[in-house]
């Protein structure tokens, strides 16, 4: 049951290596989506989509989400409020959502954020500039960065560059692309010089999609309902039938 | 009181099963009055400024008391319902009949209580009946609500005979006699299938979740370990009844299911120390972490203790002893259920995450609700067998004041 990254769908393609840490991309996201604050963040939060994080030696990595081919979230949510799209951003449906947060329990990276404060809460992530995209233009962060550090693409083209700057630039990247294998791939591909957990990334995630994990247990429902069923109602003939069998045989069968 | 002629054929419901039953109020009655009026003020706060104005939830712990307690626990503690109702219906162990009833109460009143801490923890809670026409069949979370729903449906209809009974609704009891044991049947395989699956709720959080803990069998530990605090709470609450309603108590029953509880705890300890070992998860419980200690509390005081007080005929034999082994068994549990949802995941996410006082007030409302319908039930409602075989009796040493909590209305 396992969903395939589709090549055709759009991604970006973000490079440690170039980025400057202006933070441009940042404030583009939250200009675009009307919300406070001015790019600085450090954390993601219901009005921040992505932050861009110092690294030390001149490293900055860009955190959001990863628009995963085969999303955590999209299995959790027990209404079906996100939908991995054809177009290949995660999208949320907020009038859908009942306010559970498994989401944020199930995401792998953590990105997944809730209004806390609001009486009518919704959940925020990033939504890949879904609008933007849909009408043929870049996500407003690929637009506002100045160095090509996050470009945009169908997932092919973002995978023949990714190689294409390993390949040309021999001992300047750690020779792996994040996103490429990790949980069944991802829509979003990260570029480092160094490996991924030295920037504080999650590795070790395996190159299966989480939702077979929860999948593997809840596709045996069927067998323990009819198991179950015909197991209890054999159980229930068998210990009755005793008991009618030996009150026969006393000649006094009672009455319940 | 009279009902209106409208409400005239309920007019049973108020009068008390037992003749001359004046209920007066005492200590746990005014305390459940000072819980409920915190309750009130925290429930107009949370529904007025939000969660994270009521709760020490966050981005970093999105659940807390409400999921990890009134939730897992709440169904967890409520197993005994599918357990007994298929031992007595489909197993035809008659003797256990006395506690079917109290027992399917408790159930009902646990599932209940879940789908109210839900309307508390949901983010829009006006929206819970969503799942019906909208669809996941990928997500635990869904079909834990189909099963939640389609439950207490059973449980409902579990239950319902007693009220049948008392209302003197002849056709009503036939019917609802003959469909028991379809019920019970229905009841046994959804209860297998959410207990399970709140378990399979972790299954997506390797690495997140402490090794401890983290286990593809995740769900089985949860179902074993459901049944056994089932098991537990059918005797905790038997002996609770007893003293609020001052009757014996079915010694010679509770004792089988000790003995019942004992086997079920060593399975669960088995299954779990082996699927550690098969991880290579054991050495974590020594490495003396914060996780460790938790486990080693869950462990201790919820399997091990138990198992060893309970093989004890001393222990067994006597009410107050078997009491409070069981008690162990159920303060074992809920560790268990807290440390998966929330000390387990402490360590990744980097953190703590501690209830707030308004947190714990709704929790204790809704514990409080609940005596208070089962105490309620149980005094109006057919609910318990009259103890009146001398040797089935042994009422307890200490002759303590009934702690019902809610003041019967005349």
Redesign the interface.
């Known amino acids: ?1 396992a969903f395939l990254p589709d090549p055709k769908s759009r991604g970006l393609l973000f490079d440690v290596t170039r980025c400057i840490g202006c933070r441009a991309c940042a404030q583009a996201c939250k200009e675009s989506h009307g919300f406070p604050g001015t790019g600085e963040e450090t954390e ?2 219901a009005v921040t989509y992505t932050v861009v994080l110092d690294k030390g030696n001149d490293r900055y990595l860009r955190r959001m989400c990863m628009h995963c081919a085969d999303p ?1 979230c ?8 996100f939908t991995k799209t054809e177009l290949g951003p995660v999208a949320y449906d907020s009038g ?7 989401c ?3 995401c ?1 990276f ?1 990105v997944p ?10 959940v925020r992530k990033c939504d890949g500039c879904l609008k933007r995209q849909a009408e043929g233009k870049p996500t407003a962060c690929t637009e506002a960065c100045p160095a090509e550090a996050t470009v945009g693409g169908t997932r092919e083209e973002l995978l023949a560059e990714a190689k294409k700057r390993i390949a040309e630039n021999p001992g300047a990247y750690h020779p792996v692309i994040y996103g490429e294998h990790e949980v069944g791939g991802t829509n979003v591909l990260v570029l480092s010089p160094v490996p991924f957990e030295q920037l504080g990334m ?1 590795t ?3 190159n299966d999609p ?2 077979n ?6 596709s045996k ?1 069927p067998k ?2 009819v198991g ?2 015909v197991g ?2 054999a ?2 003939w068998i ?2 039938r005793r ?1 009618d069998v030996a009150a026969a045989e006393h000649g006094e069968k009672e009455k319940e | 009181m009279r009902l209106p002629k409208l409400l005239a054929p309920f007019q049973p419901l108020l009068t008390p099963v037992r003749p001359n039953d004046r209920y007066r109020p005492g200590f746990w009655t005014y305390l459940f009055g000072v819980i409920l009026a915190a309750g009130a003020v925290v429930s107009v706060l949370r ?7 009521v709760t020490n ?3 970093k712990f ?2 807390g008391l409400w999921i990890g307690f009134d939730v897992l626990c709440g169904v967890a503690l409520a197993a005994g319902g599918f357990t007994i109702t ?1 031992a007595v ?4 162990l008659k003797r256990f009949k006395p506690i079917v009833r109290p027992t399917v109460l408790t159930a009902f009143l646990g599932y209940l209580l879940v789908a109210v801490g839900l309307m508390y ?5 006006w ?2 009946w ?2 019906i026409i ?12 189909w099963c939640v729903m389609l439950y207490l449906t059973v449980l409902t209809l579990e239950f319902s005979g007693a009220v049948f009974e008392k209302l003197g609704w002849k056709k009503a009891v036939a019917v609802q006699h003959a469909a028991t ?1 379809p019920l019970v ?1 229905a009841g ?2 959804i209860s ?2 959410h207990q ?2 709140l378990g ?9 979740l402490h090794p401890l803990w983290y286990t ?1 069998l995740l ?1 089985w530990m949860f179902y074993f370990s459901a049944i056994a605090g089932g098991l537990a709470m059918m005797i905790v609450e038997s002996r609770l009844s007893s003293r609020a309603l001052g009757r014996g108590l079915e010694m010679p029953l509770l004792q089988s299911l000790a003995k019942a509880l004992v086997v079920a705890l060593a399975f669960y300890a088995t299954a779990r120390l082996a699927d550690m070992a098969r991880l290579g998860a054991i050495g974590e419980i020594f490495t003396g972490s914060r996780e460790a200690r938790f486990f080693q509390l869950e462990m201790l005081i919820g399997v091990i203790l138990p198992i060893v007080l309970l093989s004890l005929p001393a222990v067994r034999r006597n009410s107050e002893r078997l009491f409070r082994a069981s008690l162990l068994v159920v303060a074992g549990l809920v560790v268990n259920r807290l440390n998966v949802s929330l000390t387990g995941l402490e360590g990744y ?1 980097g953190g703590h995450y501690v209830p707030t006082i308004a947190e714990g007030i709704i929790t204790l409302m809704l514990v409080g609700c609940g005596i208070a319908a089962f105490t309620l039930a149980v005094r109006y409602l057919p609910i318990m067998e009259e103890v009146e075989e001398p040797e089935l009796v042994a009422r307890s040493e200490s002759a303590a004041p009934a702690p019902a909590a809610v003041p019967a209305r005349s």
């Open positions: 049951m993601l939060d955590s999209v299995s959790a949510c027990p209404v079906g409020a859908k959502c009942m306010g559970c947060r498994y944020m329990i199930a792998p953590n954020r809730y209004e806390w404060s609001k009486p009518i809460p919704v999650r070790g995630l395996g989480m939702p994990l929860t999948w593997a247990a809840l429902i323990v309902v179950g069923a209890l109602s159980i229930y210990t009755h008991e | 529904y007025w400024k939000g969660l994270g104005y939830l966050s981005d999105p659940w298929a219906y489909v197993f035809n923890d949901l983010g829009k809670p929206n819970i969503h799942p909208m669809w996941n069949p990928r997500s635990p979370m869904f079909e834990v609500g044991v049947i046994a395989i297998t299938l399970s699956s399979t709720f972790y299954l997506i959080t390797p690495g997140k593809p769900p996410l």
